[in-house]
Each structure stands twice: as structure tokens, then as C-alpha cells.
């Protein structure tokens, strides 16, 4: 009986020699060893990005500057790209645009309290207080607004024709 009891023992202990053999052999082919070169610059090129993403839409005539193969393009153009109002004038879109691409979903339904395009007595009041004032408020938003009305690229410019667009329909 006292051989039964040490079986069990042995053969875990052996898994173990076996298991810690195989370690020593097969973990340093897997991630580096000693001559894996571990300088400032060798890790920054291993842990680089490999791309970047684009948060704006381009205007439809200008192209992206690509950056070279295996390079990230520089933050400042990419900051230049996506800042609101960045769009170029020679690009605007037009009221209606920005209307059917950002305003419609509220403005034709009157979905959190928007006031619908065409509704006469719902616009009065904003039409009332001046370009000025329904201009700052598609800006910094209102109520169930977010600034800018989901349009976060759109110039003021742009922001102001989809207003005129929209009161030109409401009077």
C-alpha cells in the first residue's frame, strides 16, 4: 500500500520536470532573449502605430495627406482637419445640405422639443429673438440641443444658412 500513495506523488512531480524542461527550452525562442535590441528607439518602433483614423469628412476637393509607408501622420494636421469650421468656404454646403444631412432628424419631427420646420407658431418665437441669437444657440446648443446640432464640422456660416434655410420655410 505504501507504494500506491507514492505514485500519484511521483507522477506529478515528473509532469512537473517535464513541464519546467520544456520551459526552459521553447520560452526563449518565443519573445527576445538576450539579443533583443531594447533601446529607446527600437521599442518606439515596435509599439507605433500602424495608422491613423480620420474623425471629419474631407471636403469633397481636397485629398488627405497621406503619410509615408510606416509613418504616423504629424497631430497638428490632423488637428487642423478636424477642427470645427475647418471645412474651406470654397466647400460650403448649403443650408438645405446641412439641414438634410444634420437638422432634419429633429426639425422635421420635433423630436425633443425641436421646432419643425414649416410650423409657423412653433418658429415665431426664435425667429423673434434675431439671426444673432438663433445662431449662438446652434452653437453652444440648448435644451436637448448639442452644440453645433450634431454637426460638429460645420462652419458658422454653414450653421447660419441651415438656420435661414429653416426659418425661410417656418414664416
Known sequence: MANQSKFPTSLIVGAAVVLAA????VLPTLGGGPDVDMSEAAVQERIKPIGTVATTAQPANTTPAKPEPGKVAEPAALAASAAPGATAASTARSGEDIFNSFCTACHSTGAAGAPKVGD????????????????????????????????????????????????????
Open 22 to 25: 520544456t520551459a526552459y527550452l
Open 120 to 171: 409657423k407658431e412653433a418658429w415665431a418665437p426664435f425667429i423673434a429673438t434675431g439671426m444673432d441669437t438663433m445662431l449662438e444657440i446652434a452653437i453652444k446648443g440648448k435644451n436637448a440641443m448639442p452644440p453645433r446640432g450634431t454637426c460638429a464640422d460645420c462652419s458658422d456660416d454653414e450653421l447660419k444658412s441651415a438656420i435661414e434655410y429653416m426659418v425661410s420655410k417656418s414664416q
